[in-house]
């Protein structure tokens, strides 16, 4: 029956989908040392959280399996771009995965459908879907269930959509087999282009991040002013930097947008042209956090 599930996954429109055994994360060390050294930056919810990663069942009671989803940011941008108004659209400075509407409802919508099967295939089972807002170490568990391999720009690559895509998962008190790891081996090999490329350092060495360097950390997860020297190297970008994605052998080129400059329009243009997509929920909290 796991693979009825799996291919609902696949008919909902997911496009990699595999199966993890729910059990500790074996690089939740590494994961731990990253908290102790301060590499998480402001971002105080991992610290605070950070034991409720040690195990999937802090998200699910009783979790014996995982299945891993993964689709691309081509997917649900196209899927999503509907009901943003087109006169303002591509903005300058925003990351791929954000120049549509929000991935957690596309995911979301579909999770409740693939949650909807499995209690249709296992009625005594219990599962959850959850996308990036669960305390799950998600990229190991897509490692574990074979959907990639991690790149030394700390994403999860595969060879076909390299870094590009969106993760989520439904976790199942269901014991499944676990599907088998790819051998492809070290994804990056001798490359070191986006540690080369990186504006800030924030790649100290392959497969460490230090989000306190990182400009998707400073557009979109700081709260507050910056410092000069991160405001220096800034560019044009507003929301996110794609430049470890960018300079990836993995990743097709896209290319940027000729749009328009979100610091150029007025307060009730910029609430019209963000609704709807992830940089609402950014400015939202933003603001909320000031008025506080």
């Known amino acids: 029956m796991i693979e009825i599930l799996k291919q609902t996954a696949l008919t909902l429109g997911f496009e990699l989908v595999g199966v993890a055994a729910a059990r500790a994360p074996s690089t939740f060390y590494r994961f731990e040392k990253w908290i102790d050294t301060g590499m998480h930056a402001g971002m105080d919810y991992l610290a605070d959280r950070r034991k409720a990663r040690s195990h999937p069942n802090s998200v699910l009671e009783n979790v014996q399996s995982i299945l891993m989803l993964g689709v691309s940011y081509d997917r649900v941008l196209a899927e999503t771009k509907h009901g943003i108004p087109a006169q303002y659209l591509p903005l300058r400075g925003i990351a791929k995965y954000a120049r549509g509407g929000d991935y957690h409802h596309w995911i ?21 879907g959850v996308v990036d807002t669960a305390p799950l170490l998600e990229r190991q568990f897509a490692v574990d269930a074979g959907l990639g391999r991690i790149g030394k720009n700390t994403m999860l690559i595969h060879p ?24 492809a081996g070290d994804p990056c090999e001798n490359c070191r282009r986006c540690l080369d490329a990186c504006p800030t350092g924030a790649l100290l060495e392959p497969y460490i991040l230090d989000a306190r360097r990182c400009l998707s950390y400073w557009t979109i997860e700081h709260r507050g002013e910056m410092p000069p020297e991160i405001a220096a190297v800034l560019g044009d970008r507003f929301f996110g930097c794609d430049t470890c994605q960018d300079v990836c052998p993995w990743n097709r080129p896209v290319p940027e947008p000729d749009g328009v400059d979100p610091r150029s329009l007025d307060a009730e243009t910029f609430a019209a042209t963000i609704a709807g997509t992830p940089l609402e929920r950014r400015f939202k909290r933003n603001t909320k956090t000031s008025a506080n």
């Not at 579909?110 to 296992?122: G, N, P, S, W």
């Not at 895509?165 to 051998?183: G, M, R, Y």
């Open 160 to 183: 076909q959509f390299g870094s590009a895509f969106f993760l989520a998962a439904l976790l199942s008190t269901e014991d499944w087999i676990p599907d088998v790891p790819t051998d």
């Open 108 to 128: 979301r919508q579909r999770l409740r459908k693939l949650a909807a099967k499995h209690r249709e295939l296992y009625p005594d089972a219990r599962c959850r």
